[in-house]
C-alpha cells in the first residue's frame, strides 16, 4: 500500500496495533446490496473505501459478541430499513481487544452521509464515559485510530463522533430525509478530550 505522504505511526509504536480478524459475512449479494446503497445515497454503485474520515461509535451494548450479532445477519436495520444491514470497520471490545469487522478496504453502513468516506470505529459500552474511562478500551482505541489515520494520512481533525458528522466538509446525503440524520454517541465535549489524548500520538515522515 502507498502510504499517503509516506506516513508511519511513531508514537503508537511501530506497526499496527494487535488486531484480531472476525469478519462478518460479506457475500457477492451484501456487497451488492452496498454498491446499490452507495448509488441512492451518494451516486455512484462503489464499493472501494477511499478513508478521508474517521467515525468513533459507541455501541450501545455490553459486549463484543452482542455488537457482532447484530451486524452480521444481511437484513434491513431496525433504523432506517435499508439494506444492506448496518456495520462498522471496527470494535473495541469490553476487555480492550480490537477486532477487524469489515476490512477498511470496501465501504459499510455505520454513518449517515459518511458511509462513502469514512472508516467507522464501534466501541462496546453505552457511554462515551464507558470508554474515555476505561483504561484499556481507551488505550486500544487510540492505538488503532492513531494507526488508520497515520495510515491513511487523515487529519486528526478528521476523527470525529457520531454525533460530528453533520458538520463534516465529506458530509454528502442525495436523500431528502436524511440530509440531517445523525447519532448522539460521541458528543462534541467528549471528541474534544478524545481528540487531545490522539494528537500525543504523532505521525512523521517516513525516512
Known amino acids: 500500500m ?3 505522504a ?12 494487535p488486531i484480531v480478524e472476525r469478519h462478518i459475512p460479506m457475500p457477492a449479494k451484501r456487497k451488492g446490496e ?24 459507541i455501541a450501545v451494548a455490553p459486549t463484543a459478541e ?15 430499513h435499508e439494506l444492506p444491514n448496518v456495520c462498522s470497520h471496527y470494535l ?18 455505520h454513518t449517515v ?6 472508516i467507522g470505529i ?17 488505550r486500544a482505541s487510540l492505538r488503532l485510530t492513531a494507526y488508520l489515520r497515520c495510515t ?20 454528502r446525503e442525495r436523500v431528502k430525509r436524511l440530509r440531517t440524520q445523525t447519532h448522539g454517541d460521541w458528543s462534541a465535549k467528549s471528541m474534544r478530550v478524545y481528540r487531545r489524548r490522539l494528537a500525543r500520538h504523532a505521525c512523521e515522515a517516513a525516512g
Open 122 to 138: 464501534e466501541h462496546v459500552g453505552y457511554s462515551d464515559g464507558d470508554v474515555l474511562h476505561n483504561r484499556k478500551r481507551l
Open 92 to 109: 473495541i471490545s469490553e476487555n480492550g481487544k480490537i477486532l477487524e469487522l469489515v476490512s477498511p478496504r470496501i465501504r459499510c453502513r
Open 6 to 17: 509516506a506516513l508511519i505511526v511513531a508514537a503508537a509504536g511501530a506497526g499496527p496495533p
Open 2 to 4: 502507498i502510504l499517503a
Open 152 to 171: 491513511y494520512g487523515i487529519a486528526i481533525r478528521n476523527v470525529i463522533g457520531h454525533s460530528e458528522s453533520l458538520s463534516s466538509p465529506y458530509h
Open 34 to 57: 452496498m454498491r446499490a446503497y452507495s448509488k441512492r445515497h451518494y451516486g455512484k454503485p462503489r464499493l472501494k473505501l477511499t478513508p478521508k474520515v474517521i467515525v468513533e461509535h
Open 113 to 118: 452521509g459518511l458511509n462513502h468516506v469514512a
Open 66 to 80: 452482542s455488537v457482532i450479532n447484530t451486524f452480521a445477519p444481511d437484513h434491513p436495520d431496525p433504523e432506517l
